[in-house]
């Protein structure tokens, strides 16, 4: 083979991986000149001339003249009669050029050199795209689902680029089929072996956030700043934002006119219940309107603990508590604030018990399931109405009627 020959074979290196051409003669170089040290022992005095774009190249391998049987190494010198073989006018000390064909390195060394140079692409192509992937960190992106599999969803951009989003990365009722486009953020990007694996995330704050960002023209252009954002992904999430212009209305223009705004960022989140709050460097303020809907009366801060007593109508317990205990858990990790919610006007009396005291005869689900509600001492289940808590809780009547039971031969007893 050729030295032309094997350039023209390596030229669709060029035209598949978009390799420029500075960047394909420097690999090209690097795997000839591995090549020649393994033959020769030595490249130091090799010239390579590679010129990709007209599919040719040349070796040249430079020698000192020495009289003959003086040659001590080979690689370096050669014979004067040898010398004189290639142009018989040389004398001793001068410098001879020879060019040095690719089969005189043998067709194994050309084989082995090929398989260099794939290798060298997909590393020079991997590490690229690690730096590429590395600097899209918390950023959206966009891919289409190429498989669909139990633990992850592979998609694939439209450079050919593999993204994985893993199961715990999906919003819990995200469903996806193959030729869907998915927008996440990328969270990770990871060196599997030399391989980048690029993680795609839709339960990220960063994804809510940048979202915002591109619904929201005041966010993108920097007069309203999102200043933290905590989500339970596919339930609900609170983003606080604030505004150095007084006269913009940072939640009004999140929301929009009944909603306009955020309702794509909604559907977006598979109808992710989203609450925009007014950031406030006043800590019982941004308590405040962290628990909304809830009214609260008053807040007590303790800044040493990073404690809050919230006192509240025994109406709005459970809206300040929410769902699962979701909207007080938010609050919580968007204030950074420890809550704890204190019924107005109902004082816990000296023999009252928590409810947690009670757990080796009451299952935990079903103290949760009146935690909802507010209900955190036995005096305070007491004192319901049973027909109100089934109303109230996903409790059976029977067990209601139970738990009363164990609470009054405790107090009672």
């Known amino acids: 083979m050729e030295n032309i020959a094997l350039i023209e074979s390596f030229s669709e290196f ?20 591995n090549a020649l040290k393994k033959k020769y022992g030595s490249d130091d005095n090799f010239d390579i001339i590679i010129n990709p774009d007209k599919g040719d190249m040349e070796i040249w391998r430079n020698r000192v003249v020495v009289e003959d049987g003086e040659v001590e190494d080979e690689n370096s010198e050669i014979s004067l009669s040898e010398a004189r073989r290639i142009e018989p006018d040389f004398e001793v000390g001068e410098d001879v050029s020879e ?15 090929r398989q260099n140079l794939i290798s060298k692409i997909h590393e020079h192509d991997n590490t690229n795209l690690y730096k590429q992937f590395k600097d899209l960190i ?31 990365k999906q919003i819990p009722n995200d469903y996806f089929k193959k030729g869907d486009n998915v927008r996440g953020v990328i969270e990770n990007v990871e060196l599997k072996g030399n391989k980048p694996q690029i993680i795609m995330s839709r339960t990220a704050p960063e994804f809510l956030e940048k979202l915002f960002e591109q619904e929201i023209p005041e966010v993108f252009d920097g007069l309203i700043t999102i200043k933290k954002v905590v989500r339970i992904p596919g339930e609900k999430a609170k983003v606080a934002v604030d505004s150095y212009d007084d006269r913009i209305d940072p939640v009004g223009a999140c929301v929009g006119m009944k909603g306009s705004r955020i309702h794509g960022i909604v559907r977006e989140l598979g109808n992710e219940n989203i609450d925009v709050i007014n950031y406030t460097a006043n800590a019982q303020l941004y308590i405040t309107r962290a628990l909304s809907p809830a009214k609260v009366s008053t807040v007590k801060i303790n800044e040493e603990a990073k404690t809050a007593e919230v006192f509240l109508k025994i109406e ?5 508590i929410g769902r699962g205990g979701n ?7 968007l204030t950074g604030y420890e809550i704890d919610v204190i019924r107005e006007g109902i004082a816990q009396e000296e023999d009252d018990v928590e409810l947690r005291e009670f757990s080796d005869e009451i299952e935990a689900w079903v103290i949760e399931e009146f935690e909802k509600i507010g209900l955190d001492t036995a005096r305070s289940v007491l004192n319901q109405d049973v027909a109100d808590l089934v109303r109230r809780t996903d ?4 067990t209601i009627l139970d738990v009363m039971n164990i609470l009054k031969e405790e107090l009672e007893g």
């Open 14 to 33: 060029k035209d598949d991986k978009l390799i420029d051409r500075v960047t394909l003669m420097a690999i090209l170089e690097d795997v000839f000149r």
């Open 99 to 113: 060019e040095v064909k690719l089969i005189q390195l043998g067709r194994r060394a050309i084989l082995a050199l």
């Open 316 to 320: 709005e317990v459970s809206k300040a």
């Open 138 to 168: 918390g950023d959206i992106y966009t891919a289409e689902v190429h498989h669909v599999r139990p633990k992850a969803v592979i998609l694939m951009d439209d450079e050919g680029n593999e993204i994985v989003l893993p199961k715990e």
């Open 327 to 333: 909207n007080i858990k938010l609050a919580s990790l």
């Open 395 to 398: 409790l059976e009547e029977e």
